[in-house]
């Protein structure tokens, strides 16, 4: 039994070696302290000889296995070799995790330690492999061997496109099943395509309506399909919609920066925006990063004494990145420095690095879970549209990408009034007193629901927050004809400093938040006029017809 304590304990003294080399790399004088109490260590090893003592009193019989769904099916119970290594594999798993919560550290070594724990107990899981999955097994028979030829197909197939399938890809096509909603490019520079939508009502609001999604994913994200998309919401809701579409960036723009991407995109769609619509203010909605970016452009507007927009939306948005959760493991001053050594002067991001990362947040579910459906079972995984998105990956320019990860995630200098300079400008959020919608998914693993409550003591303008259950796309991407899930709101409208004492005073209300959302949009919106007949105004013709050609370019 010692013996398979010490086993156990290897992962986590791996995963203490690499946050400490981390943390040291950093530039830290010394590496971290990092131990554990004796007395947490003796209950830790006293807990584990117990259940390893119990597990192997039953020998290869049929353990439970702690209704974990990797483990669900029938066949590993079934088989008494598998089921007693899911059972092994969950008393050490459960060890590992025992030892990473009792560690003495600083929390950013404890957060990697526990990430590395999580990662490895993911990754060795013996539903990953074929020796020792009794369900794949079972099938493999039950197919006489076919499952096993499909398997290796589609790895095969994954190898050769570069990640691994968690859709069926081959049933999707931009512009013909994703991102269809009717309307024309009436502008384009080198970063980006500006689409502007059909009117679907007799009537529209005079201020239009500009969405400037993430620059990090396509932006049909929020156009997936007509049951599913905001933006045929929005347009049925009566309001003159426009989208930023982003370029897909390669070699030709790898030295953009930040302030290109503010001024030259996100100001320019704003002000392009107005024109075509004739309108001397529109409303604007920024998501994720697009939220980031669309912050920091109302930011430099302010501070040239410019008011072009309204109101704004900001969803599941950093603009505060004090609280940023799982994503602080990968930032510090050694990682920063890095990559702006590698790519700050000229280079690109490629978006499968970021898709990658993406994915190890939660290995389980973006990862494992296809790789033992995929090759192990040979399925085919099932249509579904946002995976399909999620698949296709963009890259970002090198420049762009580090200054985003110095003044953000490390030093938080958006919030710092004149600590950042963009476009010429000192920064200063505090200047940005229009009146905004915040949302946030309190399932949320990327920007985690307190993160994006903090933009409310950030913004001094007329403020209110939402907040809404599952995760970073799920949560936002929730149709109100569907009625699922929940939401959150304050009746008295107060914000306090913290989100536990905001929650102190919500109600949970049945169903999609797009509802109140399109309510508030509409007292900012202006009144009726009669819809146009034709895309564009003036100088600004219809180029092509959505979705355009910049969102069909595949990294």
């Known amino acids: 039994m010692a013996e398979n304590w010490a086993k156990a304990m290897q992962p986590f003294q791996a995963g203490v070696q690499s946050a400490g080399a981390s943390s040291f790399a950093a530039g830290a004088e010394k590496p971290p302290e990092v131990h554990i109490e004796p007395e947490k260590l003796q209950a830790l090893q006293k807990e584990y000889l117990e259940q390893a003592m119990a597990l192997w009193s039953k020998g290869a019989g049929h353990p439970t296995q702690s209704g974990d769904k990797r483990f669900a099916n029938p066949a590993w119970d079934d088989n008494p070799l598998a089921a007693f290594a899911a059972a092994a594999y969950q008393v050490n798993s459960r060890a590992l995790a025992g030892l990473a919560d009792a560690v003495e550290t600083d929390p950013k070594t404890r957060n990697r330690i526990r990430f590395a724990v999580e990662q490895w107990a993911a990754a060795t899981a013996p539903s990953n492999f074929l020796a020792f999955n009794a369900e794949a097994q079972k099938k493999a028979i039950e197919t006489q061997g076919e499952s ?11 190898m050769q496109q570069g990640h691994v399938s968690m859709t069926d890809e081959s049933l999707f096509e931009v512009g013909k099943n994703v991102a269809t909603t009717e309307g024309a490019v009436v502008f384009e520079n080198e970063l980006f395509q ?41 347009v049925s809701q009566g309001h003159r919609t426009f989208m930023v579409s982003w370029r897909n960036p390669d070699a030709s723009l790898s030295g953009k920066t930040w302030d290109n991407y503010i001024e030259d995109a996100v100001i320019k769609a704003i002000g392009v925006t107005c024109e075509v619509s004739n309108s001397p203010s529109i409303n604007a909605l920024g998501f994720c990063v697009g939220g980031t970016m669309l912050g920091t452009a109302l930011a430099v507007l302010a501070a040239r004494g410019e008011k072009p927009v309204a109101s704004a939306t900001f969803l599941t948005t950093f603009l505060d990145f004090s609280d940023t959760g799982i994503m602080d493991i990968f930032i510090d001053e050694a990682s920063v420095r890095a990559r702006e050594k590698e790519m700050g002067q000229g280079g690109l991001m490629k978006g499968k690095d970021l898709s990658s990362t993406f994915s190890f947040l939660r290995p389980n579910d973006l990862l494992w879970n296809y790789v033992v459906g995929n090759y192990l079972k040979g399925e085919t995984p099932p249509p579904f549209d946002l995976l399909y998105w999620n698949s296709d990956s963009t890259n970002l320019p090198g420049p762009y990408y580090a200054w985003y990860l110095r003044n953000t995630y490390l030093e938080n200098n958006l ?9 010429g400008e000192p920064l200063d959020l505090g200047l940005v007193d229009i009146p905004v919608y915040i949302y946030g998914s309190r399932e949320d693993h990327i920007v985690p629901i307190g993160g994006a409550y903090a933009s409310t003591q950030v913004l001094p303008g007329k403020k209110r927050f939402v907040m809404g259950a599952s995760g970073h796309i799920a949560g936002v991407i929730n149709p109100p004809a569907k009625n699922k899930r929940s939401h959150w709101i304050r009746a008295d409208g107060k914000l306090p400093k913290t989100l536990d004492t905001w929650l102190q005073g919500a109600k949970e209300h049945p169903g999609s938040w797009w509802t109140d959302w399109s309510q508030w949009l509409q007292t900012h919106a202006g009144k009726e006029k009669l819809a146009p007949k034709t895309y564009g105004r003036g100088k600004y013709k219809p180029l092509q017809p959505a979705p355009g050609s910049y969102v069909k370019v595949r990294a």
Do not use: W
């Open 194 to 234: 500006l689409i502007e939508y059909k009117p679907t009502t007799a009537k529209v609001f005079e201020r239009p309506f500009l969405m400037v999604p993430p620059c990090i994913n396509k932006y049909y994200i929020l156009d997936l399909q007509p049951e599913n998309s905001l933006v045929r919401y929005a």
């Open 148 to 158: 096993i030829a499909k398997g290796l197909q589609n790895l095969l197939h994954d």
């Open 415 to 423: 919030i710092k009034p004149g600590q950042a300079t963009v476009c």
